[in-house]
C-alpha cells in the first residue's frame, strides 16, 4: 500500500461519489448493495447508512458481534466530523505520524480513524449522511463501500478501486 497514491484514489472517489437525490429509499438500496458485496466476497460484516444525523439502515451479518457496531460509531464520528472517508483520516495520521488524539483531541474511544465509514454527498447540498462498513480488515471495510457505491452510481470499478 502506497499512502499518497491511496489518498489520490480517495480523492478521485469523493469526486465521483455524488449522489443527485438521498432519501431513506436510497439508503436502503445502498445497504442491500453492501450486504450483496460482502455476500460476493464471502466475508460477514455489519453496516449502516445514516441520513440527517439518523440510522436509516443497519444490518449486522451473521459471525458480526456489538464490538462491530461500536466501531461502525466510532468510524462514521470521524466521517461525520471531518466530512472526509475514516480511511482517508487515518491516512492522514500514519502519512504524519501523529493520531486523532494528538492532532484534533479526539478521544479513541468516540473515534475511530479506519476505512470503512464514508460520507454521502448530495450534488448542490453537500454530506448529507453516512456509510460504513465493519467486519474485515480497514482497506477491505473501505473497498467494500466503494464497491457499492460505484455500482449505484454506474461508476466502473476498476477505474476507481484502490490499487
Same mark, same amino acid.
Given at each position: 500500500?502506497?499512502?499518497?497514491?491511496?489518498?489520490?484514489?480517495? *480523492?478521485? =472517489?469523493?469526486?465521483?461519489?455524488?449522489?443527485?437525490?438521498?432519501?431513506? &429509499?436510497?439508503?436502503? +438500496?445502498? @445497504?442491500?448493495?453492501?450486504?450483496?458485496?460482502? +455476500?460476493?466476497?464471502?466475508? *460477514? %460484516? *455489519?453496516?449502516?447508512?445514516?441520513?440527517?444525523?439518523?440510522?436509516?439502515?443497519?444490518?449486522?451479518?451473521?459471525?458480526?458481534?456489538?464490538?462491530?457496531?461500536?466501531?461502525?460509531?466510532?468510524?462514521?464520528?470521524?466521517? =461525520?466530523?471531518? =466530512?472526509?472517508? &475514516?480511511?482517508?483520516?487515518?491516512?492522514? @495520521?500514519?502519512?504524519?505520524?501523529?493520531?486523532?488524539?494528538?492532532?484534533?483531541?479526539? &478521544?479513541? *474511544?468516540?473515534?475511530?480513524?479506519? #476505512?470503512?465509514?464514508?460520507?454521502?454527498? %448530495?450534488?448542490?447540498?453537500?454530506?448529507? @449522511?453516512?456509510?460504513?462498513?465493519?467486519?474485515?480488515? =480497514?482497506?477491505?471495510?473501505?473497498?467494500?463501500?466503494?464497491?457499492?457505491?460505484?455500482?449505484?452510481? #454506474?461508476? +466502473?470499478?476498476?477505474?476507481?478501486?484502490? +490499487?
Amino acid at each position: 500500500m502506497n499512502i499518497s497514491a491511496d489518498l489520490e484514489r480517495i *480523492a478521485q =472517489q469523493e469526486a465521483v461519489f455524488v449522489f443527485e437525490r438521498f432519501d431513506a &429509499s436510497t439508503a436502503w +438500496e445502498l @445497504g442491500a448493495r453492501i450486504k450483496a458485496v460482502a +455476500e460476493r466476497r464471502g466475508v *460477514a %460484516v *455489519a453496516f449502516d447508512v445514516t441520513l440527517n444525523g439518523a440510522t436509516v439502515f443497519y444490518h449486522g451479518m451473521p459471525g458480526t458481534t456489538l464490538d462491530h457496531a461500536d466501531w461502525i460509531r466510532r468510524k462514521r464520528n470521524v466521517a =461525520q466530523r471531518f =466530512q472526509r472517508p &475514516s480511511y482517508v483520516v487515518g491516512l492522514w @495520521g500514519e502519512r504524519d505520524k501523529t493520531t486523532l488524539a494528538e492532532s484534533h483531541g479526539a &478521544s479513541v *474511544a468516540d473515534y475511530a480513524p479506519h #476505512g470503512g465509514a464514508f460520507p454521502i454527498r %448530495v450534488k448542490g447540498v453537500g454530506v448529507v @449522511g453516512t456509510v460504513t462498513v465493519s467486519g474485515v480488515p =480497514q482497506r477491505d471495510d473501505h473497498g467494500i463501500v466503494v464497491e457499492a457505491l460505484a455500482g449505484m452510481l #454506474g461508476k +466502473e470499478l476498476a477505474e476507481v478501486a484502490l +490499487e
